[in-house]
């Protein structure tokens, strides 16, 4: 069972989204950008999903440290947010996201599709 890292400061969302992926993959949570950093290098993750708004150190400076280490420089990683204005995913695929996912998930296809591009799966 492959490991998804979520990091987001939100409960209800950390809830929701092992409601959606726990029977699919193997979850570790993260509530801050700073517990992130830390403890990714060793949780064996295959793909974060990162939440923009995060407290502290947002989404687009958590993946640019996570980026600027050789440990999780290859980890794929998919921007969860609200951010959700013309243009928003360009900028943070520009960022350096691999992907982009909006909030609410209303559909959970559009973020099932997400992590099988990034996974190089086929949609189960």
């Known amino acids: 069972m492959k490991t998804i890292a979520v990091v987001e400061d939100n409960a209800d969302n950390r809830l929701l989204l092992r409601a959606?992926?726990?029977?699919r993959f193997h979850i570790v949570e993260f509530e801050t950008g700073a517990e992130a950093i830390a403890g990714l290098p060793g949780a064996g993750a295959e793909l974060v999903l990162l939440d923009i708004s995060l407290p502290g150190m947002d989404g687009v400076e958590v993946l640019s440290r996570l980026r600027d280490d050789a440990r999780t420089s290859p980890i794929p990683v998919v921007a969860l947010t609200a951010h959700a204005m013309a243009g928003d995913r360009?900028?943070?695929?520009?960022a350096g996201f691999d992907d982009y996912v909006t909030k609410p998930i209303v559909d959970e296809?559009?973020?099932?599709?997400?992590?099988?591009?990034?996974l190089g799966r086929s949609a189960a």
């Open 20 to 23: 959606l992926l726990d029977e």
């Open 90 to 94: 360009e900028t943070y695929l520009r």
């Open 109 to 118: 296809t559009v973020l099932f599709d997400a992590i099988d591009r990034q």
